[in-house]
């Protein structure tokens, strides 16, 4: 009699936590601190790793956020992903303009090692950033779709609660489950940092091309950094 009881409330409140988590709408401050981020961490940069002038980038990031977050607001879908396309291209462009200058200073020696494995670092979270947000906006259709259609887990990512057998999901509370941002955020740094998937194989192709062209730039960045500290010692 006990365990049924125990039973049957386990199985609400994982009906109750499931509920409220796929029903209620994804924070965009998330998103919103990351694209942030990456203008800041531009800024950081020194000036020969940057193509045009330093405030050009940010000052892109700033204006066209702005119209995203209204249209987002304003159930304006269609503007709202064609312009979180074009902010995640414009940083795209400008990350791997960034690394290619960094392959090109690196035989003149003009930065120091300290200042070469601190840009190398803020490219390499760049990176990091911004395939997450590619990911985040792409998988499902985008943030949007994704909450519209109920939909449970992702279409172009296995994650962990993905896998999980139906009748052990009561106990994690994932027969709902949906990604969010950080779980993005989490696959592209696995990524970057091994080289390789991790824990939420890729499933779609167009998230297996674009886990190619980052895990390239991280490995361009890790082997600059490593050929420089050799060429050091």
Known sequence: MIDSIRTAANLLLYEFVANAHIDKPEPRWQVLLAVLAIGAIYLALPANLIIGPIWLLPTLIVVLLIPTVMSHRTGKRSLNRVLGIIINGITTLALIGSV?????????????????????????????????????????????????????????????????????????????????????????????????PTDAPLLA?????????????????????????????
């Open 100 to 196: 290619a200058l960094l392959v090109r200073a690196l035989p003149s020696h003009k930065e120091s090692p300290l200042e070469l494995l601190r840009s190398g670092g803020l490219l390499w979270l760049t990176n990091v950033i911004v395939f997450a947000l590619w990911y985040w906006r792409l998988d499902g259709g985008g943030p949007t779709v994704r909450h519209q259609e109920n939909k449970f887990g992702s279409t172009s990512f296995l994650f962990p609660q993905m896998q999980i057998p139906h009748d052990e999901r009561a106990e994690f509370a994932c027969g709902r489950w949906r990604p969010r941002f950080v779980d993005y955020l989490f696959i592209a740094f696995t990524q970057s940092s091994t080289f390789g």
């Open 205 to 233: 192709r167009w998230a297996k091309l674009l886990s190619m062209v980052q895990i390239s730039i991280s490995l361009s960045i890790v082997i600059l950094l490593i050929s420089r500290a050799v060429g050091v010692l």
